[in-house]
Nanobody, 119 residues
Framework: QAQVMESGGGFVQAGGSLRLSCTNT????????VGWYRQGPWNDRELVAR?????TTTYADSVKGRFTISRDKETVYLQMNSLKSQDTNVYYC???????????????WGQGTQVTVSS
């Protein structure tokens, strides 16, 4: 249904910017939302930002005002500005697909892309 490809990670100094990209290379339909996550303190994946199929966006409090999630056709972007050392992490893209009304939501994850912010 979906294959997730991420790009855009790298090394940047504090205060700098990076843009992450997430593409569904299989062009799956019935996407209900796309989100960016990163590893939390308890080794879980915590939401950074998400955009729903209707364009509604959600952000973690720690990134509000600095990060912007957007969508252009098959690609979702995460523009990260005013980066802090605390933003250093592996960022994972998640695509949620719901093939039919009866079907459950299926979650597809990318491999992750490393973001390193030096202080």
């Amino acid at each position: 249904q979906a294959q997730v490809m991420e790009s855009g990670g790298g090394f940047v100094q504090a205060g700098g910017s990076l843009r992450l990209s997430c593409t569904n290379t299989r062009g799956a339909r019935s996407i209900v939302g796309v989100g960016w996550y990163r590893q939390g303190p308890w080794n879980d994946r915590e939401l950074v930002a998400r955009i729903s199929s209707d364009g509604t966006t959600t952000y973690a409090d720690s990134v509000k005002g600095r990060f912007t999630i957007s969508r252009d056709k098959e690609t979702v972007y995460l523009q990260m500005n005013s980066l802090k050392s605390q933003d250093t992490n592996v960022y994972y893209c998640n695509i949620d697909v719901k093939p039919s009304i009866e079907a459950p939501v299926m979650h597809y994850w990318g491999q992750g892309t490393q973001v390193t912010v030096s202080s």
